[in-house]
């Protein structure tokens, strides 16, 4: 027998609070503060999070379609009808809205300020194939300098999880569960071994560090890893363990929060930097070689983050606000995709303002700033989930209720 949370989908409750508050890391992050701010490791880790969290789920509901689809092409049709209901409105209304405002500026004779048209004319076509996370790949293999684009920056997760998409329904339909298993332990092994390999022999010729992190970051086939834990966690029955989850987690812990602080110290000395500098910074997981195990790390600290989740209810039980389970269930995925509408402005604009009109000292302003742009996001993935994304989500419970 598998375990309830394996042959149904009953609802974790604990997914919710976990959705929300990485959501709420991430935003932080890419505010790129440098008073208030947290370590970048703990949004990575939230990246991480959302590849296998979203893997266990779709795993977990392509083997409960599987035991139903008569057919594979009602099991794959099924599959893409939700995935399209769900990601495409929000995502391609983010896109067509700055396409938008941009056509705009440039009719009133503002020019591509925002750089929106630039950024489409080379890299267009990566963001509307959900290939956008090759994005530094392709500069790296083009010998092009990296040039940022904070609109789009942050859209190169999803074409990941999208590519995931297109994969892992082929695999749950046509292998056993234990073959599945099999499958999810040699990608859990070999992944790693190929990540440390590509970088040490590969990404070491490529001059800008930057590029070389985002690199990767980003690109799939370094990264892989992230969604068979997911798949493994949906397929294996981990119950016999149930005793040890807990104490593995807290040591894993206790070891993550040494490696920051530890790396920290190191790097901060190295480049002449403050300590809270050196953890801030977008490259410092790959600074002190920390790239040979620090997804590694990460990936098992989720892995048993969750084993927590599915057998313990009092887990993370601290976090089980209505806001926070109901911002965590319907808002996050918006939040994200909307995030730089708010976090753009609010950083080029209302910070300065604030720090040179208004005189205010630069941990206030950034403060401020950051809780102005934060309740933006919210309130517009809240009107988006009302107002769009509900209906299309409402288009699937209708097909059902029609057959």
């Not at 029955?237 to 206790?254: A, R, V």
């Not at 926070?324 to 300065?352: C, D, E, M, R």
Request: proline share 2%.
């Amino acid at each position: 027998m598998q375990p309830y949370f394996q042959t149904n989908n009953t609802n974790i409750t604990q997914f919710d609070s976990i959705r929300f508050v990485i959501a709420i890391f991430v935003i932080i992050v890419h505010h790129q503060f440098t008073n208030i701010n947290i370590p970048f490791a703990f949004a990575y880790m939230a990246m991480h999070i959302f590849f296998i969290m979203s893997a266990f789920l779709i795993s977990r509901g392509l083997l409960l379609s599987k035991s139903k689809a008569q057919t594979f092409s009602l099991f794959f049709k099924d599959f893409y009808k939700k995935r399209i209901l769900r990601i495409f409105p929000v995502y391609f209304a983010y896109l067509f809205f700055l396409i938008g405002i941009s056509i705009a500026l440039y009719l009133l004779k503002f020019g591509d300020i925002l750089k929106i048209i630039t950024e489409l004319k080379k890299f267009g076509w990566m963001l509307f194939t959900f290939t956008y996370n090759y994005r530094e790949f392709l500069l790296h293999i083009k010998n092009m300098p990296l040039i940022e684009s904070f609109f789009f920056s942050h859209l190169w997760s999803l074409s990941m999880e999208e590519q995931f998409y297109i994969v892992i329904p082929f695999v749950i339909y046509f292998m056993n569960r234990k073959q599945l298993v099999w499958l999810s332990v040699i990608a859990i092994i070999i992944t790693p071994i190929f990540r440390v390999w590509y970088y040490e022999n590969v990404l070491v010729n490529e001059e800008d560090y930057i590029l070389r992190g985002l690199i990767y970051y980003r690109a799939t086939f370094l990264q892989f890893d992230c969604f068979f834990y997911g798949i493994l966690l949906a397929t294996y029955n981990f119950k016999d363990f149930i005793k040890t989850y807990k104490i593995i987690f807290y040591l894993l812990l206790i070891v993550y929060l040494f490696v920051i602080i530890y790396n920290g110290f190191i790097i901060s000395k190295e480049m002449n930097l403050s300590f809270f500098s050196s953890i801030i910074r977008y490259d410092f997981m790959i600074l002190n070689k920390q790239y040979l195990y620090h997804d590694v790390l990460i990936n098992w600290l989720i892995f048993f983050m969750f084993l927590n989740c599915f057998y313990n209810p009092n887990f993370l039980s601290f976090l089980n606000f209505k806001f926070i389970l109901n911002a965590g269930n319907k808002f996050t995925y918006s939040s994200y995709v909307y995030q730089y509408l708010f976090i753009l402005p609010s950083v080029g604009i209302l910070y300065p303002l604030l720090t040179k009109v208004l005189g205010l000292t630069e941990v206030l302003a950034q403060l401020i700033a950051l809780i102005v742009s934060s309740v933006g996001i919210y309130y517009l993935s809240s009107f988006s989930y009302k107002k769009m994304e509900i209906k299309f989500l409402n288009l699937l419970k209708k097909e059902k209720h029609a057959k």
